[in-house]
């Protein structure tokens, strides 16, 4: 078994990894974000990105989180039905900027740290949902 | 005495617009905060306005320097959404175009580190290189910022003579053998200006999640070209250039060797250029409902793109860019803790720092 293979195990799901658009998905409700975190800092990943999706019809946000593993790129795809997900900074470092990016940009709260103005510099428009602003 | 000093956003140590508030005790950095976003564009959101067509266009306006990257690594994904796979020549092609532009950034850097280095001539040198390389550029592409190279499917123009291409990267290599290779590799005062400075350990380096260069000179070997190969590179011989120092000097020293390496991946792409089609012809996409990731080792690093298609759509749902100063920046506030006021201007550049990308 190889490393990615025993990842699923690892994260205690009986799901299995689907291979799509250059990407290692690990499609499984059950997991949660911080418990994904630990598990890629077990197996010594590399965080590299996460990426907000906005649902359709109000349904929140899908935050795709993405770590390397000796070149192949793994996705965890989380739904946020509110507007709030715990933050992995306390156990990701990497993570600290895009989190207060995807907070500006998107208006989506990281529970546990305080996301201060980085790419937007008039504090009063912090957190708006640019996407919706731009649409 | 404890005090604050505020670099930027405009200071004659900074190419571009960013802020480093850093805490001082007399001479010595003690610790220090970076402010970013002074020119975000918001380009994100913009290129979901716009049709597939556009959004090439669109997003080679992210970087001024590696603008080449930005649309072969969007290409990229939509090649994944699309189904679409480009021909052998379009892929040696686009290597071609990414190792010109690794070496036109590389020198560029050089010169500013040279510069920041109080070391004017080279820095002179360094760009009279750089307008040489540029017009390797251009001969190819017909331009010399925007190449607009990369076409969804191939490339939007031909080598047509891969020897003259040749014939004037070996110019430029024996140029740069003699003149900045040795200067930043083995020159005794190059070294003693950067050596033992803004050190990023390699525990800090992994946990900061630094990507290129700057990851590659505190020991972390890690190249996408070598790990994830696209384009044509894994049909390529090429080292990684490794450092363990995690010091300027160790980035200086990986950018240099890097320079010599971009010269041997272009001697192979150019002198095995297979023949035909360079792209997949006119003909209108269809795109499936799907995301797509690409990735691509830039200059300064690992760039991502991730970009979301509904079917039947013009218009991308979503487009991520995640650029390699956007992962590097916040280590400079490690570099730069412990190091005197006086170095951090040269420690900051030593990340080859890209705003334009950061401020996306």
Same mark, same amino acid.
């Given at each position: 078994m190889t490393k990615i293979e025993g990842i699923p195990q690892l994260l205690g799901t009986t799901e299995t990894w689907v291979d799509e658009g250059g990407v290692h998905w690990l499609?499984?409700?059950?997991?949660h974000v911080r418990q994904v975190a630990a598990i890629m800092n077990e197996v010594h990943a590399r965080f590299v990105t996460i990426t907000a999706v906005e649902l359709s019809g109000g349904q929140g946000f899908r935050l795709e989180y993405h770590w390397d593993l000796g070149g192949e790129l793994l996705g965890f795809p989380f739904e946020v039905s509110g507007n709030s997900i715990e933050s992995i900074y306390d156990l990701c470092e990497a993570v600290d900027w895009i989190e207060r990016e995807v907070h500006e940009g998107f208006a989506v709260d990281f529970i546990g740290r305080e996301c201060e103005p980085l790419l937007l510099r008039a504090g009063d428009r912090l957190g708006v949902n640019l996407h919706e602003v731009v649409q | 005495m404890s005090y604050k000093i505020p670099m930027g /956003?405009?200071? /004659? $140590?900074?190419?571009e617009p960013y802020k480093l508030d850093m805490f001082c005790d007399g001479e010595t950095v003690s610790d220090a905060k970076l402010h970013i976003g002074f020119n975000f564009r918001g380009i994100e959101h913009l290129a979901e306005t716009r049709n597939y067509i556009q959004v090439i266009a669109l997003m080679e306006r992210v970087c001024g320097i590696c603008s080449n990257i930005h649309t072969l690594t969007l290409c990229q994904a939509m090649e994944k959404l699309t189904g679409l796979t480009p021909p052998p020549r379009a892929l040696y092609i686009r290597v071609v175009m990414a190792e010109l532009e690794r070496l036109h950034s590389h020198v560029l850097w050089a010169g500013i580190a040279a510069k920041l280095m109080g070391f004017k001539t080279m820095f002179m040198s360094c760009f009279a290189l750089r307008e040489k390389i540029m017009d390797v550029l251009q001969a190819i592409s *017909?331009?010399?910022?925007?190449? +607009?190279?990369?076409? %969804? *499917? *191939?490339?939007?123009?031909? %080598?047509?003579?891969p020897q003259a291409v040749l014939t004037g990267v070996e110019q430029l290599e024996r140029e740069m053998v003699r003149t900045i290779i040795p200067i930043f590799t083995s020159s005794t005062t190059a070294q003693s200006r950067c050596a033992g400075i803004g050190v990023l350990s390699n525990e800090k380096a992994v946990s900061c999640g630094v990507v290129g260069p700057t990851a590659r000179a505190s020991g972390v070997a890690q190249d996408l070209r070598r790990a994830a190969p696209y384009a $044509?590179? +894994?049909?390529f011989e090429f080292n990684v250039p490794v450092e363990s120092a995690g010091d300027v000097r160790a980035r200086l020293r990986v950018r240099a060797l890097e320079i010599m390496e971009s010269c041997r991946i272009l001697r192979q792409a150019l002198t095995k250029m297979p023949p035909g089609e360079w792209n997949g012809g006119e003909k209108k996409l269809v795109f499936f409902t799907g995301t797509a990731l690409s990735r691509v080792e830039a200059p300064r690093g690992e760039v991502v793109y991730s970009v979301s298609w509904k079917e039947n759509s013009r218009n991308p749902a979503r487009v991520h860019v995640r650029t390699p100063t956007f992962q590097n920046m916040p280590a400079i506030r490690w570099m730069v803790m412990g190091a005197r006021l006086a170095d951090t201007p040269l420690i900051q550049a030593s990340i080859d720092p890209c705003y334009s990308c950061t401020d996306r």
């Open positions: 499609p499984a409700s059950e997991l | /956003p405009y200071h /004659p $140590a900074l190419e *017909g331009n010399r910022v925007n190449y +607009s190279m990369n076409c %969804i *499917g *191939g490339v939007n123009r031909d %080598i047509t003579d $044509a590179y +894994s049909d």
